[in-house]
């Protein structure tokens, strides 16, 4: 399977602590993006890296949140001091500029409960 | 800013029947415009997407969308229902070729038998 894979697939945390998740784009995308979906709303977005530059974050991303690419391959996304609001389904998608709206492909997420 | 819209969170129709999911956006210039799906348990996969080269755009499964600049809509249609198209629907836009998508609140479609 050469799709966007995310790891883990599921994490239960108690708040105060820290997590990170991981995704892995499919090989030859150099953008990647991380969205959050709450439930019963669409996903948002979070922030987008083209290579290993981080270009945009959303206002939603607080400073608890941060972001890497290393070597502009997988990417982690960790919340430090988690709060019961950060439960949600965390999603990444890669793409490559092939010319004209150029599609996202999605990973299928990281469920994260804040207990 | 830009916006999506979509009108209802639920729609039900049977077996066979039209199905229409309604979108509407609002920006300042034409957007790049999208649907995509999400089954139960699964990850978003895109049904269609709209590049400007035609307003009437063909997607996987029998479904289509026409992009409609004078209504800024991108209805989503499929002339007949099957039980495998349960699941929810996001209209999405995007300003740039790369960059963030914005995603509508999703339209749950139940098929009834």
């Known amino acids: 399977d050469t799709g966007v894979s995310q790891n883990p697939r599921h994490k239960i945390t108690k708040r105060g602590q820290n997590v990170t998740f991981r995704c892995d784009p499919i090989?030859?995308?150099?953008?990647l993006y991380w969205y959050r979906q709450t439930l019963g709303q669409g996903p948002e977005f979070l922030t987008y890296f083209q290579n290993e530059a981080q270009l945009e974050k959303s206002r939603l991303l607080s400073d608890r949140f941060s972001a890497e690419r290393p070597k502009g391959s997988f990417s982690t996304l960790e919340i430090q001091r988690t709060e019961q609001g950060d439960s949600a389904m965390y999603l990444c998608?890669?793409?490559?500029?092939?010319?004209?709206?150029?599609?996202?492909?999605f990973g299928p997420g990281t469920r994260l409960l804040v207990l | 800013a830009q916006s999506v819209t979509q009108l209802g969170s639920h729609v039900s129709v049977s077996e066979g029947a039209l199905v229409l999911l309604r979108c509407n956006y609002s920006s300042s210039v034409p957007p790049y415009l999208f649907w995509y799906v999400q089954y139960p348990n699964q990850g978003l996969q895109l049904l269609l997407k709209?590049?400007?080269?035609?307003?009437l755009v063909k997607g996987i499964n029998g479904f289509e969308a026409e992009f409609k600049k004078s209504e800024t809509s991108f209805h989503l249609t499929k002339p007949s229902a099957h039980m495998s198209d349960a699941a929810e629907y996001f209209c999405?836009?995007?300003?740039?070729?790369?960059?963030?998508?914005?995603f509508g609140q999703g339209t749950e479609l139940s098929v009834k038998p």
């Open positions: 709209y590049t400007s080269a035609a307003t």
């Open positions: 090989s030859e995308h150099n953008r």
């Open positions: 999405v836009a995007a300003i740039n070729q790369g960059g963030k998508l914005i």
């Open positions: 998608a890669s793409s490559f500029p092939l010319g004209r709206a150029e599609t996202q492909y």
